[in-house]
DNA sequence: CAGTGGTCTAGACCACCAG
DNA sequence: TGGTGGTCTAGACCACTGC
């Protein structure tokens, strides 16, 4: 039977309907690629892709030999945008600002040697500054970097430029982690982003290594109000 | 020239390995498919299924004619696993809990009918709930369901199931959007989740529609030191 | 061991868009 | 308008894994 479904995408939303009619009902089994590419008319190519596609988005569980299920509890999947901040700020039609606090090499306290993954003794570059969005405080930046990964950080010029941009041009990392938490504000992070101490603040917390190198470790601690927002 | 580059992934990390090595660096063009077929010895298909994939991880950007660059300012992108609160607590070897608080049809304050599209006037089903993990308080629900949508909730058995749990059996939908912040614990969050009041607490907000139909409206309020994590 | 998805290939046509 | 990526096809072989 070819009901004329050419395409991947096609494809995919015939079957997202399906799914979403309860022809096929979480826990289900679907039909094999190769009945799917008869019915529709189209290659067995085709049809795995629209499949895979949607067994990326959490929707559908293939395995070999054992076919493809509907997922019972579809783990939704949302894909944050971890922009430079400078291009966070100039999207929303403000101008970006920037200061560089303070800059010094110390011994890491334990916590952010455990982030990344070093033992004690190795000193790093330590580097505090603030983001301004027109002019008013946006986010306060608390970064460490291993100068033994990246020993140019040391020359840079992170005055006029950000140490985030600066990394993401000089400094290329393979993988990392990120997250997300709340925290009142200690009087220091008060102070510097003119609230009072105590207010519950947005915290992003970020680490990357190159390979197995740790390259920095980063935290970054938002103005009262800000929000994270995405589509699912 | 055959350099034995046989499947997507080998040639996906040769790629990736130019572009860290500054072979080709940001905003450089690189080769077109064709040529870099030839030199991997494969087919054009297996390399545009490794630049496509890089692609969509925002490595690069591909345009038709202009070809494929290097992206300047790479975006990373996190994806989160939205999951259901009771695997998650149970991924963790913690025993879920579950109490409903309250159950009424309300008119829903301005910013909730906001969130959802909808106009005033209408009647939302309005549930509170709190989620136990090992007896500890873990998050403090804050659900309206568009009954309107989803008539079937209003017999629905939420006593010894969630309404999350339930509407991901019974309401499927197909896009949504999730918001992330930090607030102070009001008096009753404080009480409901053990702590104190104007404690630094996590917040997710998220709302999903079927189609352009509004299904639920959820603000989930967890407990203090929740941390959100994820790699990238 | 046999059935299912995962992938590769060579060739083809098409859509898009920068020059 | 020509060059580039986007996709489809038919056929093939392979890898995994449930029975």
Redesign the interface.
């Known amino acids: 039977m070819d009901t004329g479904l050419r395409n991947w995408q096609g494809v995919r939303e015939e079957v ?1 309907r399906r ?2 009619a309860r022809v096929w009902a ?1 826990g289900d089994l679907l039909p094999t690629e190769t009945e799917l590419a008869a019915e529709f008319g189209c290659a067995r190519t085709t049809v795995n892709r629209a499949l895979r596609t949607l067994a990326e988005s ?1 929707l559908l569980d293939r395995k070999r030999k054992a076919g493809t299920r509907v997922v019972r ?12 901040i400078r ?1 966070e700020i100039e999207k929303q039609n403000k101008s970006y600002g920037y200061a560089l606090l303070s800059r010094e090499m110390e011994t890491p306290p334990a916590d952010v040697l455990a982030r990344m993954c070093l033992r004690k003794g190795s000193g790093l570059l330590h580097l505090q500054s603030l983001h301004l969005a027109d002019g008013q405080p946006y986010a306060f930046e608390d970064r460490w970097i291993n100068t033994a990964a990246v020993p140019e950080s040391l020359d840079a010029d992170l005055e006029s430029m950000s140490a985030n ?1 600066w990394l ?2 000089n400094a ?1 990392f ?11 504000a200690t009087d220091q992070e008060a102070e510097l982003l003119g609230t009072q101490s ?6 992003v917390e ?1 680490s ?1 290594w ?1 390979g197995n190198v740790a390259i920095t470790s980063v935290k970054l601690v938002c103005a009262p ?8």
Chains 1, 2 share one sequence.
């Open positions: 997202l799914i979403h979480p959490g509890h579809p783990v939704r999947k949302a894909t944050l945008s971890i922009p430079v291009l941009e993401v041009m290329p393979t993988n990392g982690d990120i997250a997300f938490s709340a925290v009142n105590g207010v519950a603040l947005f915290v970020r990357t190159n109000g800000y929000r994270m927002r995405t589509d699912i």
